[in-house]
């Protein structure tokens, strides 16, 4: 058997291109903004993770270029050896101050985070608890640490305490959960999660790339949210969300991210985050740690928008973040209205098994602090005929 036989063998992409409606690839001619210029045309984007619209943000762009004025393009090397720069040692204790924890390892990518942890905290002889819509990076982590991973039921406290009652007293144990769910833009139960840890002796690592920004004080994610910041080990983030950059971080004791610096072979092996990318994330913390507020006008352009879904008669599914799903259900369909919606000016993302079950196909929404109530109905106004003759 040829192993190049399984490539060009997709039938719904091939079906998808046929019918004009594969939805990947769109390429951006203007920065990542409220409305942006793609394929030669003005669209409204709601297909965002921008959330706090950082990254147009003059004094953002201004920092990245001042860094390539001092350090040049890239570190040629990693943290461990040559690449750390003044910089990386500035933004790592500023978040780690932020955060309210001991200390922050950063990443070169928030997927390369996950798998940098994860597999360094756990092992062979321990065992993952793995939320079933945890991110694939938390996924790819837990099979890169060799560790038992036993998934339980979305936000499924009696399934989650079900599986933890399975593993082993001599087993050391992990509970990894999203804080904020990237499709369904719903929030882990932390409470319960917290009381469960509690039982077993597990320790707790929250994945919150859509939270910071967006929920709990000031935009410190989902501990913060419920008041929960002492319980929980380990916090994992992205910079390429709120904070309008590429990378990731780590937050955590001194002692657990000095182990992970030592131990984690994503994190050793790879090159540094770009001189350009630390400043532009330090930059936009500062924004934040000086606007408290963002979060709260995020929060209201959400809650406009569900208000606005609601009185079109418009289908979604309920949530309180800036994620804001509207169901398709049916696959072809969900590619034509994604479709339909693009050619009409508004930037949504279809999205298909595996990502979710088959028959719960979705169009994810997702919205900026800088969205005006204006342009909010502007594109809802523009989808209630598209989307009305697949929701009926």
């Given amino acids: 058997m040829d192993l190049f036989d399984k490539c060009g063998k997709n039938e719904l992409l091939k079906k998808a291109r046929e019918a004009n409606i594969y939805p990947y690839f769109h390429a951006l001619e203007s920065r990542q903004d409220i409305e ?166 597990a320790r707790i690592m929250v994945d919150d790339a859509h939270g910071l920004g967006v929920i709990g004080e000031g935009g410190r994610g989902t501990a913060s949210y419920f008041g929960l910041e002492d319980e929980i080990d380990i916090y994992m983030g992205t910079f390429s969300k709120s904070l309008a950059s590429l990378g990731g971080y780590m937050a955590s004791s001194f002692e657990v991210a000095d182990f992970v610096r030592h131990a984690s072979r994503p994190f050793i092996f790879s090159a540094s985050m770009t001189p350009a990318s630390c400043a532009t994330a330090l930059a936009a913390l500062r924004i934040l740690e000086r606007e408290p507020e963002l979060p709260a006008k995020l929060q209201a352009i959400g809650d406009y928008t569900r208000a606005g879904l609601e009185k079109r008669g418009i289908l979604f599914r309920k949530s309180t973040t800036p994620i804001i799903p509207i169901y398709t259900h049916e696959l072809y369909h969900t590619l034509e209205a994604g479709k339909r919606l693009f050619d009409a000016g508004v930037y949504v993302n279809p999205v298909l098994p595996p990502a979710v079950p088959a028959s719960d196909c979705l169009l994810r929404t997702s919205y900026m602090a800088t969205h005006t109530e204006a342009i909010i109905d502007e594109a809802l106004d523009i989808m209630k005929p598209i989307l009305e003759e697949y929701q009926k």
């Fill in 36 to 201: 942006v210029f793609m394929e030669g045309k003005r669209r409204i984007m709601l297909g965002s993770n921008n959330y706090l619209g950082l990254t147009s943000r003059d004094e953002v762009v201004e920092a990245g270029i001042k860094a390539l004025e001092k350090y040049g393009t890239g570190c040629s090397g990693s943290r461990f050896l040559n690449g750390t720069l003044t910089m990386h040692l500035e933004l790592e204790a500023e978040l780690a101050k932020f955060l309210r924890k001991e200390s922050v390892v950063t990443f070169s990518t928030g997927f390369q985070s996950n798998l940098g942890i994860i597999s360094a905290i756990a092992g062979r002889n321990d065992y993952i608890l793995c939320d079933r819509e945890n991110h694939a990076s938390i996924y790819d982590g837990c099979k890169l640490s060799y560790a038992t991973m036993l998934r339980y039921k979305h936000n499924d406290m009696e399934d989650l305490e079900k599986m933890i009652s399975k593993v082993p007293d001599s087993a050391g144990i992990l509970i990894v959960t999203d804080g904020v769910f990237s499709m369904g833009g719903d929030i882990a139960n932390l409470p319960e999660i917290v009381k469960i840890a509690r039982r077993h002796g």
